[in-house]
């Protein structure tokens, strides 16, 4: 159920909390890579300015006690008294400043959340102000995923800028942490081991009790792995159990299995920008950019099934690229085009293919629940109409990497929307790759200058009404156009000990403040 919490007094008696998922991070570097299993876990370490609550998901004072508007483009933030980072130095505006400066870099990969911040001028000694090039109806949800690091601790470790996770070089910041958070860095062995400890020096341990001492995750990339060090006690959580065994864990008396509806849309992208995509069939031009070969691709994926066989029920068909819960979301835009293999057939003959055609479809292995059974599945389906797809999985650390650097050619996409705002995926998937994160997940390349200014238009619009109504416009072009394949939103299952107390959240990310374990 959303929103769930295991119901239970803790003790005050020293606890550990051992928990495990399929993919270790890629980094500690806080503002390199926009992933799920990064920011997970960089929020027990490193603290927003703003956090969204784990029951409304409405946002609500983190580091900043107050922000007000002083006019429709300057946001003025009020930081909490007495914070410090985990080495005793306090925070200040200018460690503020320079977070959201470094965001802003062009090795970041949180640019999406800084889209429309001019400059930051610091007011005193507690204050600063954000000021936006434009009216941002929805900057306060952006500060939610734009994390707060030490600016001496940086520059003293020549870390003043994030790490580029398409290249090799590391910074420190890769592999060392220094943040305002319940829990401090005090080991990372990468695939290995990670263990956090408790800071003594936060400042939410009266308002956040918590019997927590020390935190160990270990990834385990096999899922009758994780669900066997589950049943004998060995881990107390599980952030991504396999589907195959939740009925096991469920009638294991000690055990629960915690569901909610998250904001994750599982979609599929296509090079729509090289003349000829590489190991395909297909020589001196690309099929997709024929819309009735998307189209084809879309029709002969039997959803129902899918959601049947491969997800066990744990998936909600989707026409679009947001979720219900998500600001904009409509049910008109979601009306996904129906299963219809023979009509499939048709539309590749028209589009010149009547024996289908081969290309190479790359899929994560473990990034997702189900990921490579899914991409399995759909490459039968595909071959039943005549598209032979050549599967080719990667592990986490190098699939995203891979497809950033576009090469491609059909890939499988999990987005959240950490704002629970359309333009975040708008701006980060539909609008054409460019400068400030425009297009910066738009890995099929696909672009349409009309699209481009109606997404532009609800950055900027503060109507709210009238901005809805320019998100439904933008959702109903992309179901025209299928520039991408959605498939379904995630329900996500957590596993654990009867002994975690736990809130589940749309985002999938633990709430590190209210985590506390019952011995």
Same mark, same amino acid.
């Given at each position: 159920?959303?929103?769930?919490?295991?119901?239970?007094?803790?003790?005050?008696?020293?606890?550990?909390?051992?928990?495990?998922?399929?993919?270790?991070?890629?980094?500690?570097?806080?503002?390199?890579?926009?992933?799920?299993? /990064? /920011?997970?876990?960089?929020?027990?370490?490193?603290?927003?300015?703003?956090? $969204?609550?784990?029951?409304?998901?409405? +946002?609500? +004072?983190?580091?900043?006690?107050?922000?007000?508007?002083?006019?429709?483009?300057?946001?003025?933030?009020?930081?909490? %008294?007495?914070?410090?980072?985990?080495?005793?130095?306090?925070?200040?505006?200018?460690?503020?400043?320079?977070?959201? %400066?470094r965001a802003k870099s062009k090795?970041? *990969?949180?640019?999406?959340?800084?889209?429309?911040?001019?400059?930051?001028?610091?007011? /005193?000694?507690? !204050?600063?102000?954000?000021?936006?090039?434009?009216?941002?109806?929805?900057?306060?949800?952006?500060?939610?995923?734009?994390?707060?690091?030490?600016?001496?601790?940086?520059?003293?470790?020549?870390?003043?800028?994030?790490?580029?996770?398409?290249?090799?070089?590391?910074?420190?910041?890769?592999?060392?942490?220094?943040?305002?958070? +319940?829990?401090?860095?005090?080991?990372?062995?990468?695939?290995? @081991?990670?263990?956090?400890? @408790?800071?003594?020096?936060?400042?939410?341990?009266?308002?956040?009790?918590s019997n927590i001492t020390q935190?160990?995750?270990?990834?385990?990339?096999?899922?009758?792995?994780?669900?066997?060090?589950?049943?004998?006690?060995?881990?107390?959580?599980?952030?991504?159990?396999?589907?195959?065994?939740?009925?096991?864990?469920?009638?294991?008396?000690?055990?629960?299995?915690?569901?909610?509806?998250?904001?994750?849309?599982?979609?599929?992208?296509?090079?729509?920008?090289?003349?000829?995509?590489?190991?395909?069939?297909?020589?001196?031009?690309?099929?997709?950019?024929?819309?009735?070969?998307?189209?084809?691709?879309?029709?002969?994926?039997?959803?129902?099934?899918?959601?049947?066989?491969?997800?066990?029920?744990?998936?909600?068909?989707?026409?679009?690229?947001?979720?219900?819960?998500? /600001?904009?979301?409509?049910?008109?835009?979601?009306?996904?085009?129906?299963?219809?293999?023979?009509?499939?057939?048709?539309?590749?003959?028209?589009?010149?293919?009547?024996?289908?055609? %081969?290309?190479?479809?790359?899929?994560?292995? *473990?990034?997702?629940?189900?990921?490579?059974?899914?991409?399995?599945?759909?490459?039968?389906?595909?071959?039943?109409?005549?598209?032979?797809?050549?599967?080719? !999985? $990667?592990?986490?650390?190098?699939?995203?990497?891979?497809?950033?650097?576009?090469?491609?050619?059909?890939?499988?996409?999990?987005?959240?929307?950490?704002?629970?705002?359309? $333009?975040?995926?708008?701006?980060?998937?539909?609008?054409? +790759? *460019? *400068?400030?994160?425009?297009?910066?997940?738009?890995?099929?390349?696909?672009?349409?200058?009309?699209?481009?200014?109606?997404?532009e238009r609800v950055k900027t619009?503060?109507?709210?009404?009238?901005?809805?109504?320019?998100? %439904?416009?933008?959702?109903?072009?992309?179901?025209?156009?299928?520039?991408?394949?959605?498939?379904?939103?995630?329900?996500?299952?957590?596993?654990?000990?009867?002994?975690?107390?736990?809130?589940?959240?749309?985002?999938?990310?633990?709430?590190?403040?209210?985590?506390?374990?019952?011995?």
């Amino acid at each position: 159920m959303a929103g769930a919490v295991a119901s239970m007094a803790f003790s005050a008696q020293a606890s550990n909390f051992r928990w495990t998922r399929s993919a270790d991070l890629s980094s500690w570097d806080i503002h390199a890579q926009n992933v799920g299993v /990064n /920011n997970s876990v960089h929020r027990a370490v490193y603290e927003a300015l703003v956090e $969204y609550n784990s029951q409304t998901q409405k +946002p609500e +004072p983190s580091l900043a006690t107050k922000w007000e508007r002083i006019n429709p483009k300057q946001l003025r933030i009020t930081l909490r %008294e007495g914070v410090t980072f985990s080495d005793g130095s306090p925070l200040t505006p200018d460690d503020v400043k320079f977070s959201l %400066e470094r965001a802003k870099s062009k090795s970041s *990969g949180f640019v999406v959340y800084t889209q429309g911040i001019d400059r930051i001028e610091v007011v /005193n000694a507690r !204050t600063l102000d954000i000021f936006s090039d434009v009216p941002n109806p929805v900057l306060v949800n952006q500060l939610t995923e734009l994390r707060i690091m030490s600016k001496p601790w940086a520059v003293q470790h020549q870390s003043e800028v994030p790490k580029d996770i398409k290249a090799k070089d590391e910074n420190y910041a890769h592999r060392h942490a220094l943040g305002t958070g +319940p829990y401090v860095l005090d080991s990372w062995s990468q695939d290995s @081991r990670l263990v956090l400890k @408790r800071n003594p020096q936060w400042w939410g341990k009266t308002q956040y009790p918590s019997n927590i001492t020390q935190a160990v995750y270990t990834p385990i990339k096999s899922d009758a792995t994780r669900t066997a060090a589950l049943l004998s006690g060995e881990v107390d959580f599980i952030i991504d159990p396999s589907m195959n065994d939740l009925q096991r864990i469920k009638q294991a008396p000690n055990l629960q299995v915690l569901e909610s509806a998250a904001d994750r849309t599982l979609f599929l992208g296509m090079d729509q920008y090289r003349d000829e995509i590489p190991q395909s069939s297909v020589k001196g031009k690309n099929p997709f950019k024929d819309v009735r070969v998307r189209q084809a691709l879309y029709q002969s994926i039997d959803m129902g099934t899918i959601q049947r066989v491969v997800m066990r029920g744990l998936a909600q068909p989707t026409g679009t690229l947001i979720a219900h819960h998500v /600001n904009g979301w409509t049910k008109q835009a979601d009306q996904r085009l129906a299963f219809d293999a023979e009509g499939a057939k048709k539309l590749l003959a028209q589009a010149g293919y009547p024996d289908g055609f %081969e290309f190479e479809f790359s899929c994560p292995a *473990g990034r997702y629940p189900s990921d490579e059974q899914l991409c399995q599945a759909i490459s039968a389906q595909w071959a039943k109409v005549g598209i032979k797809a050549k599967l080719r !999985t $990667y592990p986490f650390a190098t699939y995203f990497p891979m497809i950033q650097r576009y090469e491609a050619s059909v890939y499988l996409l999990g987005w959240s929307v950490p704002t629970f705002d359309a $333009y975040y995926s708008l701006q980060a998937l539909l609008r054409s +790759p *460019g *400068g400030s994160g425009d297009g910066n997940f738009n890995l099929g390349r696909f672009s349409d200058p009309q699209q481009d200014a109606m997404i532009e238009r609800v950055k900027t619009e503060t109507d709210l009404k009238l901005r809805n109504q320019l998100i %439904e416009k933008v959702l109903l072009n992309e179901h025209k156009a299928i520039s991408h394949i959605p498939l379904f939103n995630l329900i996500t299952p957590w596993a654990a000990s009867k002994k975690v107390s736990i809130p589940t959240r749309a985002d999938n990310y633990i709430d590190w403040r209210l985590l506390n374990v019952v011995n």
